[in-house]
């Protein structure tokens, strides 16, 4: 919900390249590497394999927070913070399918009645209906705040809380009609947004779900931090380590680059949107939800990999966020945030 109420730039296949680039060819390209590798250097079952690249290619929109888009109504575009903003808040709900194909595989294999009934039930509709209803609940949302809230004076500028009860509504309403309600849940910020664009509302909710973001953040980074000396990597191994510096670096790198070829993005901004694809807990929870619904047969191996690889990301794109989005900063020219 944060990450959709942050961003100013209206909709259109034009002004979303970038995102819609990174969440379909980067996404099924870093997916693709994830399998070969697991099977071939991890030595994983198809279905492991494939598990590990749906969970490994959301990217957070709140552990991304330094190389994010600001608050509500900046005057200057900077298209490395929208590509990496866009990217993060859509492919936790786009990724979701992959982890759905993973489940398929373990429990049914991949026969051409479960292909089928993946790609009409959790890949289409799921998609389709989710991206619907995140706007309805947002357009409904935009019209009790800005239309019937204000005639009658109820509206309060302190009023953060509605993001919450917005999140949790549009994600459970949209999970009752099985759609995807990280998609819903962004989708609805998003249309929230570009309701009344100018209003101060839009800077309070910003400001209010910016705070709880990163209270929680900190809540599940302690969690995480117990994990990892609880032993969650004692199955680490020097493979699964090449592997993470190898996804790191090179997969998600290339992958992303490849996909914005054809764009004018400047190299530089290509080079730092290909990097900071930084990983986070959306991993964690695909994980635990995919172990839920199927057996693996490898779960330690997994939840060693990918604990290896958040803690990797958040240090490696920890030390160098900073330093690489100052540079963008002073270098790149600064353009309008395109209507």
Request: charged share 15%.
């Amino acid at each position: 919900m944060g990450t959709g109420i942050k961003i100013d730039r209206s909709f259109s296949f034009r002004n979303w390249s970038s995102p819609l680039r990174l969440i379909s060819i980067a996404m099924l390209l870093c997916i693709a590497a994830c399998v070969l590798m697991g099977i071939l250097v991890l030595n994983l079952a198809l279905p492991a394999a494939l598990l590990l690249g749906a969970v490994l290619v959301p990217t957070d929109p709140v552990l991304a927070s330094d190389v994010q888009v600001g608050p509500p109504n900046e005057k200057y575009k900077s298209e490395t913070r929208f590509a990496l903003t866009s990217e993060a808040g859509l492919n936790d709900g786009f990724a979701f399918p992959f982890t759905w194909l993973a489940i398929l595989a373990a429990t049914m294999g991949l026969q051409s009645e479960s292909i089928i009934h993946w790609l009409g039930y959790h890949l289409l509709y799921k998609i389709a209906a989710g991206i619907f209803l995140g706007w309805l609940w947002g357009k409904l949302a935009a019209y009790l705040i800005f239309n019937f809230s204000e005639k009658h004076k109820l509206l309060k500028p302190t009023d953060g809380f509605l993001a919450i009860s917005l999140t949790l509504c549009t994600y459970g309403l949209t999970e009752l009609l099985h759609a995807y309600g990280f998609i819903a849940v962004f989708i609805a910020g998003l249309t929230l947004r570009h309701a009344e664009k100018t209003h101060d509302y839009h800077k309070e909710l910003h400001l209010f779900t910016d705070q709880i973001e990163r209270l929680l953040l900190g809540v599940l980074l302690i969690f995480f931090g117990g994990a990892l000396v609880s032993g969650i990597l004692k199955p680490l191994t020097f493979e699964m380590g090449i592997f993470a510096f190898a996804f790191l670096l090179v997969v998600r790198p290339l992958s992303a680059y490849l996909s914005l070829l054809g764009t004018e993005i400047h190299w530089k901004e290509k080079l730092a949107i290909s990097f900071f694809g930084i990983r986070g807990m959306g991993s964690v929870y695909y994980l635990a939800f995919a172990f839920g619904h199927a057996s693996f047969g490898s779960e330690s191996q997994l939840w060693a990999i990918v604990a290896f690889t958040l803690m990797l990301s958040i240090v490696l794109h920890g030390l160098t966020a900073t330093s690489v989005m100052k540079h963008l900063k002073i270098n790149m020219p600064k353009e309008p945030v395109p209507e």
